[in-house]
């Protein structure tokens, strides 16, 4: 009886040496709890998703039409490929680009000074880009002068849902990372193009400070068919942007990647693209002498 009565103290002793141990795990969880909701709380950001991107789009609207005008050298390469890979053809184009309203100039090909020729054509295909994109409207909305990027946001907007998935640091820089997911209830005009919309998974980083994009990426999630394949396929799409910071409200396409896959009947249209801007000096602007630039010469870029 003894020996049982000692047995039950020993576990009874046990027991609340568990149960001490117990309560006092329970109280550093409740206190590691307390501090991670705080600190969720500490960084949760001011603003939704839905207000980061309309901060986006009228940062777009203000981008180079900061005080000082910047030039810099802009090398594009494109290579075309064959069905199975192998560079059918090549080149590689240099431009001497601004960030005011100057359209870019082509200074050389294939490491080539430019042809008269060569200049004439590619201002040409210029303009008709400009054309074509940037005076594409919402209906009902106005169709001011603005950039590819604003165009292009107020154009889709409606197609995709914005989703603040956190926070990341883009070239040293804090920046919100938006998750653009799309709204299948959504219906564009065109059937092909809403297809397309579908199937896009893109991610953008807007400079927490100064609400540029300052980042872009976008793939297609899978192979879009026409009649099942038999007509054609966009087998593969995939974009990716970094944008650099020059100066308050004046962000350029540092590095652009893009690359396209797609079939139509029994032709293949496969092709690389790699445009790394560099070189990045105060120029002077038009009409001006000291390297900034007059109100009337702050709109209308491409880029």
């Known amino acids: 009886m003894k020996w049982e009565s000692s047995r039950f103290g020993h576990a009874a002793r046990y027991q609340g040496l ?30 939704t998703a839905r207000q980061i991107i309309e901060k986006a789009r009228e940062a777009a609207k203000r981008n180079g039409m900061g005080e000082t005008v910047f030039s810099f050298l802009r090398q594009a390469t494109i290579k075309d490929l064959g069905s199975k890979g192998k ?5 590689t184009k240099t431009y001497r680009a601004y960030t005011d309203r100057r359209e870019q100039e082509l200074i050389s090909v294939d490491g080539k000074p430019a042809s008269h020729r060569q200049v004439a ?38 197609k995709f849902i914005p989703i603040l998935v956190g926070v990341e640091s883009v070239n040293a820089r804090p920046a919100y990372v938006i998750q653009l997911r799309p709204n299948t209830d959504h219906k564009l005009k065109s059937k092909t193009v809403n297809r397309f919309m579908n199937q896009f998974d893109a991610k953008l980083w807007v400079d927490k400070d100064e609400f540029h994009i300052a980042r872009i990426d976008a793939k ?7 009649l099942g394949g038999l007509v054609g396929a966009v087998n ?8 650099k910071r020059l100066a308050s409200d004046t962000w350029v396409d540092e590095i652009v990647s893009a690359n396209f896959d797609a079939r139509m009947f029994w032709k293949t249209y ?5 445009s790394e801007s560099s070189n990045f000096e105060s120029a002077t602007s038009l009409g001006d002498e000291n390297g900034t630039k007059p109100a009337e010469n702050r709109r209308n870029q491409l880029f």
């Open 270 to 274: 496969k092709f690389r693209m790699k």
């Open 220 to 226: 297609l999630k899978k192979p879009v068919t026409f």
């Open 87 to 91: 560079i059918r053809k090549s080149y």
């Open 18 to 47: 568990t149960l001490g141990r117990l309560l006092v795990a329970v109280l550093i969880l409740g206190q590691t709890a307390n501090t991670a909701e705080d600190k969720l709380k500490a960084d949760r950001p001011e603003w």
């Open 236 to 243: 593969a799409i995939n974009i990716s942007v970094s944008e």
């Open 121 to 158: 054509r590619e201002q040409a295909r210029n303009r008709e880009r400009q054309r074509r994109y940037l005076a594409r409207k919402k209906a009902g909305g106005t169709n001011t002068s603005e950039n590819l990027v604003t165009k292009n946001v107020e154009l889709y907007q409606e």
